[in-house]
């Protein structure tokens, strides 16, 4: 007989012992089989471990035992949700979408005129009153009311498809009160 089959044979003659002390650890019949399934496969998994001629009951339930207290410590982080309810009120939406609209804004910011983008980041994105806006611009309220209004069009405008003009592209939007013709068109 190998010792590969003695280890086996010893093993299988305690399975009752061992589903035994399962129920004793678990109170739960269902539990204690899976207890004592989880112990036979890795005292399998380990047999190299085994020390041939010593006490396998000892370290089979050494086994159990160090298998249900983890088991115990895994399921106290968890929570019981057979039907997902927990689950479907803590999901979290991804984020994908929340960073290309972000990346979107800062593309249609970056083609602004300058003085609209100065003054939609201080009103908008910081905080500040038009009143601060304007003392920080060294400009009237009216013309910094005038260029938030205006950002905020153009803005809602190419986040709607519509492509604006660079803000390197020469006359500003604001300064014209319309797009400057292309080339071709001012050529005819």
């Known amino acids: 007989m190998t010792e590969e089959s003695g280890f086996k044979n010893e093993m299988l003659t305690l ?8 129920r004793a650890l ?14 036979l496969m890795r005292a399998w998994a380990h ?20 298998t249900f207290y983890s088991d115990i410590r895994r399921r106290v982080r968890e929570a019981e949700d057979p039907d997902g309810l ?18 979107e804004l800062e593309r249609g910011l ?4 300058s003085e609209q983008r100065e003054a939609i980041m201080l009103v908008g994105a ?11 611009c060294a400009c ?17 405008a190419y986040l709607d498809g519509h492509e604006l003009e660079s803000a390197d592209s020469g006359e500003s939007a604001e300064t014209s009160g319309t ?10």
Request: with cysteine; hydrophobic share 40%; charged share 20%.
């Open 86 to 103: 927990i689950a479907g009120t803590v999901a979290v939406q991804p984020n994908q979408h929340g960073e290309l609209d972000l990346k």
């Open 140 to 156: 009237a309220i009216g013309t910094i009311k005038s260029r938030v209004s205006r950002a905020r069009r153009a803005l809602l």
């Open 47 to 66: 047999r190299d471990s085994y020390t041939p001629n010593t006490n396998m009951r000892a370290w089979l339930f050494t086994i159990a035992r160090n």
């Open 126 to 136: 910081g905080g500040c009153s038009y009143e601060e806006a304007a003392a920080i």
């Open 26 to 39: 678990c109170q739960n019949a269902a539990r204690a089989d899976d207890l004592s399934q989880e112990t």
């Open 110 to 113: 970056a083609r602004l005129p």
């Open 15 to 22: 399975i009752p012992v061992l589903r035994a002390y399962a």
């Open 179 to 188: 797009k400057r013709p292309s080339i071709s068109a001012a050529a005819q």
